[in-house]
C-alpha cells in the first residue's frame, strides 16, 4: 500500500425531496449565484422550477446560464468566466451532470486568472489552480462523480484537445443528490451514467499497486452493485431503490476514497478521451468500447490481477490452471454487459474507422512520456488498442 | 434507504514515517498546544519523541497532559479543560487510541461550556456543543474510529455512568496514521482493536432498512478484510502490510461512510457501555462477549439478514431451507473467531456472575424507551442477553 492523503469535504444531501433545500445551502456560499446548466432537459421535468423556487424564497439573486453541452467546451468556460466577472457573482449552482459541473469547476477557477493563459498553463501544462468561486451542485445524472471531487474534463473546441485539471479549491460545498429526479433520464443515458461509473471503479480496480486488499474488496463490492443495478434501472427507471443505490455508487466511485494506497491507471480514459475530442461521443459509451479492447491489450502485464476480476467480479469459475481462460472469459462477460445495457462497444457500431487512430494516439501521447499507468501507453500502444476496438 | 447527509472532513495523513509530518499539520491550528496521550507506551516506543521533536521544529509551545486510562474518564476531562484555561492554549494534539482521542474531545468541546452542568445537560440530556478547540490525532491504536467522526465516549468515574455526545465541532481536523506505529501494540490489544473495528461494521450491518444493498456490499467487504488480516497481525506483528489494511479498514469502518441511508443499531456498544462502566472491561473484549449473545437472542427480528451474514460474510454454506442452522453456524464462526484471537466470549472466562445484570440492564435503559433499533431492547430483554452471555 502506498502512502496517500484523504479528506471528502463535500457536504452530500442524499434522498427524497432535497432539491427543495438548494436554497438554504447555497445562501451559505453567498447572495448573487450563477446559476449553470445544460440543454433544457431541467426545464422539462420540473428540476429548474424547484431550484429557481428555492433560491428565491431565500433571496437569492440569479444570473442563468445554460446550454452546457456533453464533452464542455472552453469557450462556454471562458463566456462564463465573462458573464461571472461583468454580473458580479459570488457562487456558482451547477444543475445537472458530469459536464454541467466540470464546466462550473472551469470557470470558477478562471475566474481568479487573469494574466495567463488559463488554457495553456493549467490545461496543458498542468498548473494547478489555488482560487475558486465556491460551487454548490444539484446532481441530475449520476455517473461522473464529479460532484465531491477535484477535478474537471475539457475540450478544447478549437484545437480538439480534451485536457483535465483538479484542484482543492474546485471540490464543490455541498452536492444535493435526490435519485428521484434520475427517473426521467433516458435509457441510453442511464446506459452511459453506469458505464462511467464502472469505469471509474475499473482505472482504480486495475493497479501494479501490491498489498491493497482493502481497496480491492470495496471497489469488487461497488462493481458487483453496478452490475446488478444497472439492468434493473433500465427496466423499471423510475424506481427509487434501484436509482439511488446507483446514485450512491455512482459517487462513491469517483470521490477519491476507493483509490486511496493504489496507484490508479486512466489509460482507457485517456484513451476515450482522444476518441471524445474527434467524435464527439459519448462519454460512457466511448468507454464502454474502449476497456473491453485495453483489457485484452494489458493483461498480459499482471495476469494475476485479470484472474481476480474474472473471479470475484464476474463469477467466473475456470479451472485454476486455465489462466487465460478465465481473464478472457472475464473480459468477455463484461463487454457482453454493456452490450445487453444498450451500448456499441466496437468502434465500427458508431460507424467510425481507422483513419484517426494515428491523430488520436498522436494527440494521447503529445507532452508526455506515456498514457495510464498499470501499462505504460506509448503511441504504438495506443495505436493497437484502438485496432481492437474497432 | 434512508435519505442522509455526509462529509468526511479531516485530513486523513495515511502511511510510513507520516508523524514526522505532524508539527506543519498542527501549526495551522494554534500556536499553544495541549499534547494529550496516555499511560506512556508513546514515550517507550519512540513515537513521544518524534512529536515533540517534530512540534518543535514548527516552534510551537506544547502543554503536556498525559495519563488517560482505557474507558476515558470524566474528571480527567475536568481537568484538561481547566488547564486549557489556564494555559490559554488553541488546540489539542491527541496522541494515542480511541480513549485518548475520545477525552481530548470532551475536553476540546467543554472548554467553551461555562455556565451549564457539562455532564447532565450534555451527556445525560443530549445537548449538544456547538463549538471546540480544533484537534489533531496521530492514532497509534487502529479500533475506535474516533479519528475521523464527530463522537466522544466518556465514563463519569462518580456516577459508572458511560455517555456519549457527538458534533461536527468535534471532528479532528487532521488524523495521521502510520500503521508501523502498531507494531509495538501487544497481541491481547490488537485482538481487541480488531474486535472493535468488527463491531463497528456489525453496528452498521444489522438494520431493518430495507434497499440497502451498496452499503451492504460495502460492510461485508470490510468484514472480511477484518476476518482475514487479525489473525495475521497477531502471527506477524510487524508486518506493514498487514497493519496497514487494518488501520485504513479501521477509519473507514466508523467515519460515518457505511452506515449511510439505513439505520444502525449500537444495542450490543449500549449493552458493553454498563459492563464497562462497573468493570472496567477493555472495550473490544467486552464486544467479543457481547456480540454472539446479542445476536442469539435477536435473529428472529429478521432471520433473512442473518442468513445473509452467515452466508456472505463467514461462508456458510447451508442447504437454503436450514434457516436456523444457517444463522446459528454463522454466529458460532463469529464467536469462535474471537476465542481464536484470545479473547473471552463469555463472562465467566472474565470472572463477571450475574449479581450486577439487573443493575445493568436497568441503566442501560434509564432516560430512555430502549436501547438499539434492530430489536428495541427494553431492560427485561438486556438481562436475558447477559445471560446469554454468561
Redesign the interface.
Known sequence: ????????????????D?VKEVGQYMKALGKRVLLHYGGGSIKRNGIYDTVIQSLKAQDLEIVEFGGVVPNPRYSMVLEGIDICRKEQVDCILAVGGGSVIDSAKAIAAGYYIENEDYWNDYFMVHKRPTQALPIGVVLTIPAAGSETNRGTVITNDQTAFKRSIGADCMIPKFAIIDPQTHYSLPAYQTACGCTDIIAHLLERYFTQT??V???D??L???L??MI??APLALQHPDDY?IR??IA??GT?AHNG?LG??RQEDWGTHDLQHELGAIYDITHGEGLAIMFPAWMKYVYHENPTRFVQFAHRVWDVDYAYDKEEETILAGIEKMERFFHDLGLATRLHEIQIDERDFETMAEKLVLGRDHAGNFMHLKKEDAIRIYQLAK
Chains 1, 2 share one sequence.
Open positions: 500500500m502506498n502512502n496517500f492523503t484523504y479528506k471528502s469535504p463535500t457536504q452530500v444531501v442524499f434522498g427524497k432535497t501490491t498489498n486488499d482493502f481497496s474488496r470495496l469488487e463490492a461497488s458487483k452493485t446488478h443495478y431503490d439511488a443505490e450512491w455508487c462513491i476514497l486511496k494506497g
